[in-house]
T-cell receptor, first 115, second 109 residues
Framework: EPEVTQTPSHQVTQMGQEVILRCVPI?????FYWYRQILGQKVEFLVS????????KSEIFDDQFSVERPDGSNFTLKIRSTKLEDSAMYFC?????????????FGPGTRLTVL | DAKTTQPNSMESNEEEPVHLPCNHS???????IHWYRQLPSQGPEYVIH???SNVNNRMASLAIAEDRKSSTLILHRATLRDAAVYYC??????????FGKGTRLSVIA
């Protein structure tokens, strides 16, 4: 069964450094998402991406964040200058179409630790 | 998105049925009811969804009240692998999923 993959599984970085989290969505899917989950808290939406542009973003997704689909298969989340509070699990998700019955498929996540 | 209310936690014995309730009294006519679960240290995983009629799939059943103000996810025989946080989410369109705190299900051997 096709699945969403994410790399790395764990990233440790120093505060102020840039990080890029990578995702390979399921190949025929059209909608892509990033969510994050701070330890012990709810899963929070960050950004959705469709047709090579951001379709929706949350208040969390400020100027420090950016997303890109550089080559038609990878989907990346960049955090320009990491802060301690960016430490979280980051989940990538994809879905085939935009309907309300659509299933979102989530990756296993990248644990980001900012020191 | 309309709000859902779920118990914080539930416990079940292995191989017993589990009924996970969800209240959504402000549901609109076009909201679909989705259930996802999150196993420990994993990403969320789709379980089932429905609109008005009860639904069955290989993972679970979804029973929807006639007035649609509540629903129940039914795991017919809980296994240790079903220990997870279960999320009930209402969805009208292609908007992103909005996760609440969900119900943490513990399964006792």
């Amino acid at each position: 069964e096709p699945e969403v993959t994410q790399t790395p599984s764990h990233q440790v970085t120093q505060m102020g450094q840039e990080v890029i989290l990578r995702c390979v969505p399921i190949s025929n899917h059209l909608y892509f998402y990033w969510y994050r989950q701070i330890l012990g808290q709810k899963v929070e939406f960050l950004v959705s991406f469709y047709n090579n542009e951001i379709s929706e973003k949350s208040e969390i997704f400020d100027d420090q964040f950016s997303v890109e689909r550089p080559d038609g298969s990878n989907f990346t989340l960049k955090i320009r200058s990491t802060k301690l509070e960016d430490s979280a699990m980051y989940f990538c998700a994809s879905r085939p179409t935009g309907g309300p019955t659509d299933t979102q498929y989530f990756g296993p996540g990248t644990r980001l630790t900012v020191l | 998105d309309a709000k859902t209310t779920q118990p914080n936690s539930m416990e079940s014995n292995e191989e017993e049925p589990v009924h996970l309730p969800c209240n959504h009294s402000t549901i609109s006519g076009t909201d679909y009811i989705h259930w996802y679960r999150q196993l420990p240290s994993q990403g969320p995983e789709y379980v089932i969804h429905g609109l008005t009629s009860n639904v069955n799939n290989r993972m679970a059943s979804l029973a929807i009240a006639e007035d649609r103000k509540s629903s129940t996810l039914i795991l017919h025989r809980a296994t240790l692998r079903d220990a997870a946080v279960y999320y009930c989410i209402l969805r009208e369109s292609s908007t992103p999923l909005v996760f609440g705190k969900g119900t943490r299900l513990s399964v006792i051997a």
